[in-house]
């Protein structure tokens, strides 16, 4: 699979090392300061370098098939969990309802989702995955495994097993649990 290389920007700090910045949805934005390995680094520091440039080429992964990142999460928590009211999946993606709203648009737009009355309640919208939603989620899950295969070449399966066991307790232990904070889970690779 050809695709360009996303630019990874850096800044230099008043004593000569790079800056980090993490953006809002907590993807790191530029690379880290952490040249991996010297003395005196902090463990944190290994994980900024391939953090930032495996969140930028997984932005450009759901990007390249017309998703944002949060769409492209909308879209798996919809396949793992099958039709959601439009209540419950602002709680889910912890959205203010206004901003699913903005965010549910573009991806009816495209036939992506459809929203329907509830049937046992007509207050409520459920929200469904269509076919063509399936697909495509398909197609950028399949690129961003892309984008980790890429990352990650140099570790053999065992050791992408253990680092991924790994990262789900640090991930678990910064989201209380909440695991549906990264890819949708039906997507992931087995870890056991």
């Not at 993490?22 to 953090?51: C, H, M, Q, S, Y």
């Not at 879209?75 to 439009?86: F, M, T």
């Not at 253990?162 to 690779?189: F, K």
Request: glycine fraction near 10%; charge should be negative; aromatic fraction near 4%.
């Amino acid at each position: 699979m050809s695709r360009p290389t996303p630019a990874l920007g850096s800044e230099r700090s008043s004593e000569g090392g790079e800056q980090a910045s993490v953006d809002r949805d907590g993807d790191a934005g530029e690379v880290g300061g952490a040249r991996g390995g010297e003395e005196g680094d902090e463990f944190g520091g290994f994980l900024w370098p391939p953090g930032a440039a495996q969140g930028a080429a997984r932005r450009w992964a759901h990007t390249a098939n017309g998703l944002t990142p949060r769409q492209f999460h909308i879209l798996g928590l919809l396949h793992d969990r099958g039709p959601l009211a439009q209540t419950d999946l602002a709680a889910e993606t912890d959205a203010a309802a206004s901003v699913l709203v903005t965010q549910l648009n573009p991806l009816e737009a495209e036939a992506l989702v459809t929203r329907t009355r509830d049937p046992r309640d007509r207050r409520r919208h459920l929200v469904l995955l269509t076919e063509k939603g399936q697909r495509l989620l398909r197609t950028a899950a399949a690129a961003q495994q892309q984008v980790e295969d890429d990352l990650f070449r140099s570790l053999n399966e065992s050791q992408r097993a253990q680092l991924t066991q790994l990262l789900v307790l640090v991930r678990d232990d910064l989201t209380e649990g909440n695991e549906h904070c990264g890819t949708p889970a039906s997507l992931d690779r087995k870890t056991s």
